[in-house]
């Protein structure tokens, strides 16, 4: 069981990511507790940039609508505030507007009128290039200049708001406060800070509350975790009974998906790690103080934009022939050139582009694998991508029929190369699309183009 609220803490009960799931018991625990927040993630750049550019959800929609109505409920009974960052997993209007349509209509299903909150981070063309042409936007991690190519072939742009946005909307006392990209911890330090407590404990709080119960043991499918915020310190325990947080579990999750283990930057500043200690609080929980937050002297956010880059094929094939995995590397650059010469006349190489994905030999590492001994069998996926979906389906074919029947040293059999699982062979994947925007924006206000649209579903 957990522990109840005591004063001079604000509890938040976060959930890693909308539409993944999690056990109706723990939010009934966080519940029986009492809470302040309902924090709720709902998506991320790590799927790539598929989502972001087409403008789909990441998650299932009837997942998303599964775990919005025990939220809402969890709300309703609580009188906590919901805050929910990234709509629909990449944050865009599109994105906002479908977790919206589905957030009225589990709220109308409750016949209780809430009032929401709903922050827009999607950002023009215009006011990209404006800001470009200001020199308000840098380089970000590619270290590349944006262009004007990269602003006008992309789908969607959206900004990674911090806090800000959020506590100017929650100004207004919303119940349910629904956000664009938001920067993860955000979505759970925004309130903590509107309400006076220590900026840096908060959003280290957020940091390690964001994907929920991956930061308690045992490590495993989705979960919600606990955090008490409090003046001088925060404490996180798990709300499921049979899990318990651990110095190292909790320690470990600040480094996540982050390549400075000190300095955490966000939208504003960055958190400093240097004086936090980590120690237990009891059996199940873990006590952090000393997180300190550093503002800049100028406030940036990133920003995220999309485009189109093609259509896809792929080819799996399975490859058992210890000759043809030694001579593998050597295949693929003559196969190639081959397809090359083939489609010359028709279909110019700079129209598609072919990756092999050699899982066995350096799947995962690529070139940075560093067992190189060759394995007994290899599986491969052949990633065919062309300008259109007739160039991409031609190439695939030739792709296939040439690797089929490739002859290598020392190969005396006629028969196929390859052990192919389905049929169809080559199989049509979609549309493509590539991060065109991936940089850092200057605003002259923490505020600046966020605003917030509100209304009252009943």
């Given at each position: 069981?957990?522990?109840k609220?005591?004063s ?9 990511m909308?539409?993944?799931g ?7 625990a ?6 302040d927040?309902?924090?709720?993630d709902?998506?991320s ?6 989502y972001?550019g087409s403008?789909?959800?990441?998650c299932?929609p009837?997942?998303v ?7 809402v409920d ?11 960052g990234?709509?629909g997993?990449?944050?865009t ?5 479908q977790?919206?349509?589905i957030?009225?209509d ?10 929401v909150a ?5 950002i023009?063309?215009?006011?990209i ?13 590619t ?15 959206v900004?990674q708001?911090?806090?800000?946005p959020?506590i100017a909307?929650?100004k207004d006392d919303?119940d349910i ?12 330090a925004?309130?903590?800070i ?5 900026a840096?404990l ?11 119960a991956?930061a ?20 996180v ?5 049979h899990?318990q947080?651990t ?8 480094l996540?998906?982050?390549t ?5 930057p ?7 790690l ?5 120690e ?9 103080t000393?997180?300190?937050f550093e503002?800049?002297?100028v ?6 934009g999309?485009?189109f880059?093609g259509?896809?094929?792929?080819v ?7 000759l043809?995995?030694?001579?593998l ?15 010359s006349?028709?279909?110019?190489p700079?129209q ?7 899982y066995?030999i350096d799947?995962?590492m ?7 001994t ?15 979906k007739?160039?991409?389906a ?8 040439l690797l ?8 005396v059999?006629?028969?196929g ?8 062979a080559?199989?049509?994947?979609g ?6 925007v991936?940089?850092?924006?200057e605003l002259?206000?923490?505020g ?11």
């Amino acid at each position: 069981m957990l522990n109840k609220r005591s004063s001079g803490e604000l509890v938040v009960v976060a959930h890693g990511m909308l539409g993944y799931g999690f056990p109706e018991a723990s939010l009934d625990a966080a519940v029986d507790a009492g809470i302040d927040l309902i924090a709720v993630d709902a998506g991320s750049t790590d799927p790539g940039p598929f989502y972001l550019g087409s403008g789909e959800t990441f998650c299932n929609p009837q997942m998303v609508r599964r775990d919005l109505e025990l939220l809402v409920d969890a709300q309703i009974r609580s009188g906590a505030k919901m805050i929910i960052g990234s709509a629909g997993g990449a944050g865009t209007d599109t994105h906002l507007e479908q977790t919206l349509s589905i957030l009225r209509d589990v709220i109308g299903r409750k016949k209780r009128p809430l009032k929401v909150a709903t922050i827009s981070s999607e950002i023009s063309k215009d006011d990209i290039r404006r800001a470009n042409a200001e020199g308000r936007i840098s380089a970000f991690e590619t270290m590349a200049a944006l262009t004007e190519e990269d602003i006008g072939s992309s789908t969607h742009i959206v900004a990674q708001i911090g806090v800000e946005p959020i506590i100017a909307a929650l100004k207004d006392d919303p119940d349910i406060v629904l956000c664009g990209r938001a920067w993860d911890p955000g979505n759970i330090a925004a309130l903590p800070i509107a309400r006076g407590y220590d900026a840096g404990l908060s959003i280290h709080a957020g940091k390690i509350l964001e994907c929920g119960a991956q930061a308690a043991l045992p490590v495993e499918g989705s979960d919600l975790l606990l955090g008490r915020i409090r003046p001088n310190e925060f404490v996180v325990e798990p709300c499921a009974v049979h899990k318990q947080c651990t110095v190292e579990s909790v320690a470990a999750h600040t480094l996540y998906e982050k390549t400075d283990p000190i300095l955490l930057p966000g939208p504003g500043g960055r958190s400093d790690l240097r004086q936090a200690r980590f120690e237990k609080a009891d059996e199940r929980s873990v006590r952090v103080t000393g997180s300190r937050f550093e503002r800049d002297s100028v406030y940036r956010v990133k920003l995220e934009g999309a485009r189109f880059a093609g259509w896809r094929n792929l080819v799996i094939a399975g490859i058992r022939d210890p000759l043809m995995i030694a001579n593998l590397q050597a295949i693929q650059t003559d196969l190639a050139a081959r397809v090359a010469n083939f489609l010359s006349g028709r279909i110019a190489p700079k129209q598609y582009r072919i990756v092999f994905h050699r899982y066995g030999i350096d799947g995962v590492m690529r070139e940075l694998e560093p067992v190189k001994t060759l394995p007994h069998e290899v599986g491969l996926v052949i990633d065919i991508v062309g300008e259109t979906k007739e160039i991409a389906a031609t190439v695939a074919g030739c792709v296939r029929s040439l690797l089929l029947h490739w002859s290598y040293p020392g190969r005396v059999a006629t028969a196929g190369n390859l052990a192919l699982p389905f049929s169809p062979a080559e199989m049509p994947a979609g549309p493509v699309y590539e991060f065109s925007v991936y940089h850092l924006m200057e605003l002259r206000n923490p505020g600046e183009r966020f605003g917030y649209q509100l209304e009252t579903i009943q």
